[in-house]
């Protein structure tokens, strides 16, 4: 019970403290007096604005030191929204005056940072004027503070619609001569252009769109353009989900492909997501995936009998082995040089304490037959000294070699684990979907950006 009582406390805090945060906006009520549309696009709309609260400051944007500013569908102040038919694009702007009524009967610049007085019943009189609205618009509504006026559509926006549907109509036409032309990609050019002036045709459309791009990724795909058919592959799926099965084969052997392609260049991780996404595309496949897997994966005898030189294994699988030496050598590291780094340390400190080892060795043999020699007690103490001296520094020195070639052996065989986990198929997911979202704005998006 005592639970329950609290939850609700919480509750009804967490409701008082949303209305008081947003009170600021639910206290203004606006009524629109008089909305005039005038012959060259200027619109003024007379609002009263009452504050039945206290005391209130919001941020009014207008005039020319706001035009650049960024408005969305968040934003409840002053602004008009509207579609320009002719482009097809959806717009919203600021006013470029607001202005408040005195007490004297004139209308005052209203402040761009305001403080509305509690006003009760009675109101404000302001004068909200946006210029230069297209003619051609249609929907248009004005917003403040939250509170919308719908006008409609503007004096042309009857002839800008029939002009926009005659040219859109053309636009069909002529994509589709240039289909039956086989001309796939100025087909697709005009299909988009239609859809982005008449948004309504996406459906009718993107079919057709689709067939476009599977036309041209299998003419790519004949001609072993693999990364190009790939990417038309994709493209006619975002216009058109229901080709998946017509194109799986084809668009998962040319991911196969470009997957090889990736491997020989030694980009293992990109090779083996696009394996796996060749596989999520068309499972069938996936056999040959896995084949190509088996000879791809590595064993590690060999491996571990090479990486017994310090090093030479480190500089083989690293691409561009050459200039990666040259940017260490010049100062220059990063992930990438990682491993000839790595290569460039263990043959040096091989080799280095190899030579200092077997000197030394051969000193501490020298040292120690002038002992045996010595014909005074304080010779034979110094060569004494100097034998252990050197026994000591080449035991040093081959402790230092042989974990040279120990790091290089765990090191080899590390990398040839991570390596063959990459290529097998049970480490990697193929039920994650590879295929983004897509919407009607998106596809006609990609689209223009294609051509």
């Known amino acids: 019970m005592k639970g329950t009582t609290q939850m609700k406390a919480k509750i009804l805090f967490l409701i008082l403290t949303f209305l008081m945060v947003n ?16 012959k060259n696009g200027d619109i003024i709309a007379t609002v009263i ?25 968040k934003d409840k102040e002053f602004s008009i929204k509207y579609k320009h038919i002719p482009s097809g694009r959806d717009y919203k702007e600021i006013p470029s005056s607001v202005t408040v009524k ?40 004005i917003d403040i503070l939250g509170w919308e006026y719908s006008i409609g559509d503007l004096s042309l926006a009857d002839k800008a619609r029939y002009q926009r549907d005659e040219k859109v109509n053309n636009l069909i036409a002529e994509g589709n001569k240039f289909q039956n032309r086989n001309d796939y990609k100025d087909a697709i050019v005009s299909y988009t252009e239609a859809i982005k002036l008449d948004n309504s045709k996406y459906k009718e459309l993107s079919p057709k769109v689709s067939l476009g791009f599977f036309n041209l990724a299998e ?27 017509e194109i799986s084969a084809n ?10 392609s990736y491997y020989s260049q030694s980009d293992y991780v990109l090779a083996s ?60 590291f990063s992930p990438d040089n990682l491993d000839v780094l ?21 000193n501490a043999d020298d040292y120690y037959d002038k002992y045996l020699s010595a014909t005074s007690e304080q010779d034979a103490g110094d060569y004494y000294e100097q034998t252990i001296s050197a026994q000591k520094t080449a035991l040093i020195a081959s402790t230092i070699s042989i974990g040279a070639v120990l790091w290089s052996i765990y090191d080899s065989y590390k990398w040839v684990n991570w390596h063959n986990y990459m290529f097998t198929l049970n480490n990697k997911k193929y039920s994650a979907a590879i295929l983004p979202i897509v919407t009607q704005d998106r596809v006609a998006v990609n689209f223009a950006l294609e051509f």
């Open 23 to 38: 009170s600021s906006l639910c206290q203004i009520r606006v009524h629109y007096k008089d909305v005039q549309v005038n």
């Open 49 to 73: 604005a009452q504050n039945i609260g206290s005391r209130t400051h919001f941020i009014v944007r207008y005039g020319a030191r706001w035009q650049m500013t960024r408005l969305d569908d």
């Open 102 to 141: 005195s007490i004297y009967g004139q209308y005052m610049e209203m402040e761009h940072s305001y403080e509305m007085p509690s006003t009760g019943t009675s109101g404000e009189t302001w004068r909200v004027m946006f210029t230069n609205i297209p003619l051609e618009a249609e929907n248009v509504k």
């Open 219 to 245: 003419i790519d795909f004949e001609n072993n353009e693999y990364e190009s058919a790939i990417e038309n592959y994709e493209l006619c799926l975002n216009a058109d989900k229901s080709r998946r099965a």
């Open 251 to 260: 668009y998962a052997e040319a991911l196969f492909q470009e997957a090889d």
């Open 273 to 332: 997501d696009v394996f796996a996404k060749a596989i999520n595309i068309d499972n069938s496949i996936k056999d040959k995936v896995d084949s190509r897997f088996n000879s791809i994966r590595m064993s590690q005898l060999p491996n571990v009998a090479l990486s017994s030189l310090p090093g030479i294994m480190q500089l083989y699988r690293s691409k561009n082995t050459s200039e990666k030496v040259s940017q260490v050598f010049s100062g220059s």
């Open 342 to 362: 790595n290569g460039l340390i263990m043959i040096g400190s091989f080799s280095v304490c190899s030579v200092i080892s077997y000197s030394s060795y051969n």
